[in-house]
């Protein structure tokens, strides 16, 4: 088994947590309050533009070519995701230029951007690709069962293809550049933080 594999499935207790969070339980059938959605969509928007920074300390960090064109495909994708919340906040009426992070977000943004900073390809790799393959994960697993309409199209994104293809091509990079014990640290603390940015989401609707 690869280590991106083994790394998800050592924390798959985590993955479960995700899935049975109110915050998602609650996009999925439509019960989740429209003001902690937007918070959510307000907030993740900061943490994407983290997420397109570490990937572009990625690709200076690149140690070939491969990896190189890689992390820049990765990065056109966050930029796709990021044009999505834009559409959220257009139609719900969320300044995105205005979002302070919360707590939730700084800790999780504080920790990839260091870790893409100075701790290597691999390690850069360790601490996204938790990210990519939950939401992966979420979005399948929400599409094969009812969704209500309010929120399908966060479904719809997350149970694309297309963004599961990202997600093992992260997965790939990551069997490619990490080695040692280091990569399951990080991978483990990233999952913590997902978890706990539904956490914060659900519990603070202002955002």
Same mark, same amino acid.
């Given at each position: 088994?690869?280590? =991106?594999r083994?790394l998800?499935h050592a924390?798959?207790?985590l +993955? %479960?947590?995700a899935? =049975?969070?109110?915050?998602?339980?609650?996009?999925a059938?439509?019960s989740? /309050?429209r003001?902690?959605f937007?918070?959510? &969509?307000?907030? !993740? %928007?900061?943490?994407?533009?983290?997420f397109? @920074?570490?990937?572009?300390?990625?690709?200076a960090?690149?140690?070939?070519r491969a990896g190189?064109? =890689?992390? +820049?495909?990765l990065l056109?994708g966050?930029?796709? *995701?990021l044009?999505?919340?834009a559409?959220?906040?257009e139609?719900?009426?969320?300044?995105?230029g205005?979002?302070s992070?919360? #707590?939730?977000?700084?800790?999780?943004?504080?920790?990839l951007?260091?870790?893409a900073?100075l701790g $290597? &390809?691999?390690?850069?790799?360790a601490?996204?690709?938790p990210?990519m393959?939950?939401?992966a994960?979420? $979005?399948r697993?929400?599409?094969?069962g #009812? &969704? !209500? /309409?309010?929120?399908?199209?966060?479904?719809?994104?997350?149970a694309?293809?297309?963004? *599961?293809?990202?997600? =093992?091509?992260?997965?790939r990079?990551?069997?490619?550049?990490?080695?040692?014990?280091? #990569?399951?640290?990080?991978? @483990?603390?990233a999952m913590?933080? *997902?978890?706990a940015?539904?956490?914060?989401?659900?519990?603070? #609707?202002?955002?």
């Open positions: 088994m690869s280590l =991106a083994s998800w924390n798959a207790d +993955a %479960a947590a899935l =049975a969070h109110p915050f998602v339980r609650g996009i059938d439509g989740l /309050g003001d902690r937007a918070g959510y &969509v307000a907030q !993740d %928007a900061y943490f994407l533009e983290s397109a @920074r570490a990937y572009a300390l990625a690709i960090h690149s140690p070939d190189l064109d =890689a992390f +820049a495909d056109d966050v930029r796709a *995701e044009r999505l919340h559409s959220y906040a139609k719900w009426g969320i300044d995105l205005t979002v992070p919360g #707590p939730a977000t700084s800790a999780y943004t504080d920790f951007l260091a870790t900073s $290597g &390809v691999g390690l850069t790799c601490a996204m690709t990210c393959q939950l939401y994960y979420l $979005g697993q929400l599409a094969a #009812p &969704v !209500d /309409g309010r929120y399908a199209e966060w479904v719809t994104t997350y694309d293809p297309g963004f *599961e293809s990202l997600a =093992a091509t992260l997965e990079l990551l069997d490619t550049y990490a080695d040692g014990d280091g #990569p399951a640290v990080v991978y @483990r603390r913590r933080l *997902e978890v940015f539904f956490d914060a989401a659900y519990r603070s #609707p202002a955002g």
